[in-house]
């Protein structure tokens, strides 16, 4: 797995730091050397982490301007074992200045990564709530996005805005920007809407969503508040093991593509088409990796 993941959706609340978090420190555990950008000026995801964001020497906000060397920015957490670079609310002026920018003003981030890229196996972008320029930064700078999903009403309102700036991109500065998938998130199967939602994502995505399901769990809300991903809250709690499942999701379609690679055919449908594949996926839907069962249970 060697890859630059954007997790993006300019909803707000679905649970983009929480996958972002969560994840890194999943393939982590997995011995994967991994890399968590923190690209938002909430800055949750450095603290998420336990990076006190108020405290920051260098951040996201200098490595986009070109104030300073990504390797000087960036902190290693423990016990998770990865590496973040770390943010504040001073991101928003950095993207203020990259709008005043004449040129190159989208390839920040990818150019500011490119001496890293190969020290790390993944490296996980925590996306804004919204499609500005930072998100296009991560974006341009990203094999894949990863689009994380609450399965309630009005979920896939706002879907049709990312999934065109998606293929913008790829015109523009990144051709070759894939799905990576996407992922139903504080899923609670008592509720008969996140199952509707959840089919309607399955109808639309077909094989792009993932089958590991993230379930509503309160050890997933409360772990941020220690500074930690839940894997190290609460390591039996259900949602900790619902991103090791994810993660191993992950791993298992990368090696599943290039095993069909090798034999000369197609895994999965192509990343870009993101439309109608397989459109009856939800009639053939295989278990979730993670049964939800009572929502808010660790
Ligand atoms: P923003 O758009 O503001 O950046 P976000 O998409 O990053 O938000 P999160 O911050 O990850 O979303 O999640 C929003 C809230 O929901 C947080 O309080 C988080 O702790 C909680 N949350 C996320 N996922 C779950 C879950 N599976 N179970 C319970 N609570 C969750
Ligand atoms: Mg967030």
Redesign the pocket.
């Given at each position: 797995m060697k890859r630059v993941i954007a997790i993006a959706?300019q909803?707000?609340?679905?649970?983009?730091?929480?996958?972002?978090v969560n994840l890194a420190a999943s393939l982590a555990a997995t011995r994967r050397r991994v890399l968590l950008v923190d690209l938002?000026p909430?800055g949750?995801a450095t603290m998420g982490s336990g990076v006190d964001k108020a405290g920051l020497v260098n951040s996201a906000c200098e490595v986009l301007l070109g104030e300073c060397e990504l390797a000087a920015a960036l902190v290693s957490v423990e016990p998770s074992n990865f590496t973040l670079l770390p943010a504040n609310q001073d991101l928003t002026a950095a993207e203020v200045r990259l709008l005043t920018l004449p040129i190159a003003r989208e390839t920040k981030l990818r150019n500011a990564l490119q001496p890293k890229r190969l020290d790390f196996d993944v490296i996980i972008i925590?996306c804004?709530?919204a499609l500005n320029m930072l998100t296009v930064n991560a974006l341009v700078a990203a094999d894949s996005v990863l689009i994380?999903m609450q399965c309630e009403y009005y979920a896939l309102e706002g879907l049709s805005a990312l999934l065109s700036t998606v293929d913008q991109i790829r015109i523009a500065a990144n051709p070759t920007l894939s799905i990576e998938g996407v992922l139903r998130?504080?899923?609670d199967p008592r509720n008969n809407l996140s199952t509707e939602v959840s089919n309607q994502l399955l109808s639309h995505f077909g094989d792009k969503v993932f089958r590991t399901v993230?379930?509503?769990?309160?050890r997933?809300?409360?772990a941020?508040s220690f500074g930690r991903p839940a894997l190290f809250h609460d390591k039996e709690s259900r949602?900790a093991l619902?991103y090791l499942a994810l993660a191993g999701e992950m791993i298992r379609r990368e090696e599943e593509a290039q095993t069909a690679q090798r034999a000369g055919s197609p895994a999965s449908p192509p990343a870009t088409d993101h439309g109608a594949a397989a459109n009856d996926a939800a009639a053939h839907e295989p278990a979730p990796h993670v049964a939800a069962g009572r929502a808010g249970e660790s």
């Open positions: 959706n909803k707000g609340g679905v649970g983009k730091t929480t996958t972002a938002d909430q949750n925590d804004p709530p994380p998130t504080m899923f993230i379930p509503r769990n309160i997933l809300a409360e941020p949602g619902a």
